[in-house]
């Protein structure tokens, strides 16, 4: 006590109080804060799951359970939500492989979270939905052709299996991704389509009335080709006819290829934010370490000075 | 005079031949000992000098490389991801520059980083001297001077952004060309023939470099110049001190001492702008991709010094859009694009001026103000921040929208409210804030400072003893001025004949008499105050004594 006592009343005290104070908040906040999960959909990328592997009765289950209340028991839709018997499979897998279905708050936009069901439970969800809610084949269909998420350590039983899975997923993405060769349509397309909402970089942007285009980092090829043919929210349905596949195997290679270009110009990339980070940057760093050295050179005054 | 500071024979032998013809030493001797004022923010406009010289070095070395065409190339460099790509010369050679020349990434980035930092110490330099009242005669010239600076190199820094021709400098063309668009009658003529046709055209890029690296530079050098040789001619301000006053100045000689501080800073700014290059990545135009005029992207901005117009843009509304037999007016444009830019620059090279004529002050000064000892002056300053803070911070409205989940639309309602009050809301606290510095300083030059002693007096009263001021102080306390105006003395209204003016009663004349008794009315005077002679001081002395003191 006595050590403080004695120097409480330093120029220096608030300020040493004021940071200690700043860091034992933020340390109490960064230990007591719920971790932000990372969303990963966990499908491995393969061929449509053979009606063998499905159990169309645990799809209804499901069905029933997670997504009836608002949907309606033949997916007929409620006040609460819309009909989904024309929106296809590639959309329900969509938005339950996003985390964005089941929806908390049906009147606000859902954000990107981890999946609220295991990956069997989505394939059953599908073959019920296709069995029995479906009409006429409407909507699109899920591209099975391309990759989804990297396979999970949980999925499987041992290793080996695990293993073997994730050389299976690089295979097909480095496939797909390399398989796409102009850069230039590629990037075109997204920076005419995508680009003004989402951003040049895929880092998501503002629109309006309250909603946002999200970020499209941890989306999976599949998932982005899905979201270009079901046309989630805001978004417009870019179809397999205004932007055929192989375009889409263009702009998709454009944006994954893009996420994955280290930042050559340094290891702050700032996120990419772009200008208004860099002011920021310039001002609150650049700026005012040459203030600080002004003061220093100026503050030590020689009797002679 | 004792030999140890003769200089060697061969050195005198040199010199005295110089000397002999061009009379060298007399004007040398004088300059070198050159007495420059010592306070921190009197550095601030040597970093805008310091970047520029940075930013003349670094683009010289990026002229070496870069190539002002917009022809359409493939692109076959070493940067894999863009091979194959068309795109233009200007683009690709600035990807030449960053993947192939050794050390043109840094380089570039090193301009980038310099130019933002150029504009903002050009900006906390103005500030410092809008404040400090620096610009008041006989210094109103090197004012205007700094001010075209200022407008010059936000167009400088437009220029170059637009250069290499990746996506968001063609963003920034358009913006700028519809700007121009908006013109009444002349709009479309100023752009066809800037352009050279239809945007984007094949000249934009030719012209521009040249205007960035040619016209604009050397207008920046020339205006440079003759602000430091306003200034050497001048002499530099001094912040109130003893033995300073309006003719004499006090600090360090020009030589060796300031010279080597001057010196040493340059090393100090060129570090930090080569350390932020170095680590954090600015502009980075490889990854952005050449710009098509189908290409539009959300979330990009021009830099922070052309925010404001931006954000000016970006809130102002369209209710005021004319047309005008057939012809659009479309005043949303030409207010943020030209209407506020023009309030902007004009109030600042009008402001000496006006303040001049409000005070009718013709007086030079050579020690500047404390900015608590012009409340109102301080209060329009800060009044100007919001306001330009509040534009610029429209600018990135979208980037604030998304980091903060607020909604878009709400943003710009609420700076649509914010750029209507926040300007006076500044002013008014700013004032009060500035008369409550006066009331302190009053009471620290009656009482002295406040020791932390706390003392029991015999009847048991605790006080805090309060202990003298240095000299130092007690100096810069009592210089402070009272404001006043020619136009509010008694002879105001008559001539020196004691004829009446008829100035006087015109409407100009009675606006000055209004502004003036605005501009001088809060003061918190200190002539009735004899330093310590507060009675904190005697409370140790005997109680008969303390009572002669009350």
Known sequence: MKWITARRRHPLAGYVVVILALALFGVGYAALAPTADQA???????????????????????????CATCHNYDGSGTANGPDLRGVGPAAVDFQVSTGRMPSMDPDSQMPRKPMAMSEQDLQNLIAYYNAQIRTDDLGPDIPYDVPNSAPERSEFEDEEAYEAAVEEYQTEYEAYVEGAEDTDMGMRLYLTNCAHCHGWSGGGGALTDGRWAPEIHDASPREIYEAMVSGPGAMPMFSDGVIEPEEKQELIAYVKTLQAEPDAGGIFALERVGQVAEGFIAWVVGLALIIACAIWITAKQRAHD | MSKTTQAPKALRGVGNFIDDRFHLAKTGEKNLRKVFPNHWSFMLGEIALYSFIILLV??????????????????????????????????????????????????????????????????????????????????????????????????????????????????????????????????????MFLFGGEFPGEDIITRLYMLHILLIPALLLALIVAHFMILWHQKHTQYPGQGRTDKTVVGTPMFPAFAVKAGGFFFFTFAVTAGLSAFVQINPIHLFGPFTPTSITSGLQPDWYMGFMEGALRIFPNWFDLTVFGYAIPTAVLVPGLVIPGLLFGGLAAWPFIEQWITGDRSAHNVVDRPRNAPVRTGIGVSGIVFYGVLWLAGSNDVLSETFSIELYLTTYIFRVLIILGPGVGFYITKRICLGLQRRDRETL??????????????????????????????????????????????ADVDDKGVENPEARKGTGKLRRALAHWYTKDNVPIDDVEAHSGHHLHHSAAEGEKEAVH
Do not use: C
């Not at chain 1, 966990?42 to 029933?64: H, I, M, R, Y």
């Not at chain 2, 001077?145 to 996506?167: C, H, K, Q, R, T």
């Open chain 2, 446 to 491: 009656e009482h002295g400072y406040e020791s932390g002693t706390i003392q029991q007096l015999p009847s048991g009263e605790f006080i805090e003893v309060h202990k003298h001021n240095s000299d130092e102080t007690v100096h810069v306390l009592k210089s402070k001025p009272t404001i006043t105006s020619t136009a509010l003395a008694d002879d």
């Open chain 2, 58 to 191: 670094t683009g010289v070395f990026l002229t070496l490389w870069f190539k002002p065409s917009m022809a359409e190339i493939i692109y076959d460099g070493s940067y894999e991801r863009l091979q194959g790509v068309p795109m233009s010369e200007a683009y690709a050679s600035t990807l030449y520059i960053d993947f192939e020349v050794r050390g043109g990434f840094l380089v570039r980035q090193i301009h980038h980083w310099a130019a933002l930092i150029f504009v903002a110490s050009l900006v906390v330099h103005m500030l410092r001297v809008f404040f400090t009242g620096a610009f008041r005669k006989p210094r109103e010239i090197n004012w205007l001077i700094g001010v075209a600076i200022f407008g010059l190199a936000m167009v400088e820094g437009l220029f170059g952004y637009s250069l290499p021709d990746d996506l968001p400098s063609g963003m920034g063309v358009r913006i700028l060309q519809g700007v121009m668009m908006a013109l009444p009658l002349v709009g479309p003529y100023i752009s």
């Open chain 1, 40 to 66: 990963q959909a966990q499908t491995l990328a393969a061929d449509a799951p053979s009606q063998d592997d499905v159990n169309v009765l645990e799809g209804k289950e499901v069905f029933d359970q997670t």
